[in-house]
């Protein structure tokens, strides 16, 4: 049985190409849609235990990190697990259970569509 949520990202235009969820900031102004998205996405990582718990998973070997590897961060299981679930609401994380344990796991595409917005043009 799986359990995946993924970001809501647009469709890229090439197969395969990265399709940030809104535009660079010097770009234009943020539709209300985009603001929100976008918020939602800072909001998450804003919290030092969720941007370690994403950074746990985006550098572990192979892309993705059982539960297991990853609840040593100085905070119960529980608290663990809600912060996950925080960073998975966020569109940030994607998980799916396999047996006993939930796998995450960081879309390449997250991290381009977080770096996209911060780029700056030009």
Same mark, same amino acid.
């Given at each position: ?9 647009? #469709? ?20 209300? %849609?985009?603001? %929100? ?20 998973? /985006?550098?572990? #070997?192979?892309? %993705? ?24 609401? /966020? ?32």
């Amino acid at each position: 049985m799986s359990n995946v949520t993924t970001l809501p990202l647009l #469709e890229p235009e090439v197969p395969g190409s990265v399709a940030p969820c809104c535009p660079p900031l010097t770009e234009r102004p943020f539709t209300a %849609e985009e603001a %929100e998205r976008t918020a939602r996405m800072f909001k998450a990582l804003g919290d030092p235990v969720r941007l370690r718990l994403f950074s746990l998973v /985006a550098s572990h #070997e192979g892309g %993705e990190a059982c539960v297991c590897d990853i609840s040593d961060v100085g905070v119960s299981q529980p608290t663990v697990s809600h912060h996950l679930k925080k960073l998975r609401e /966020a569109g940030l994380l994607t998980s799916e259970r396999r047996g006993t344990w939930v796998y995450y796991r960081v879309e390449p595409s997250v991290v381009a569509a977080l770096s996209g917005i911060l780029r700056a043009g030009g």
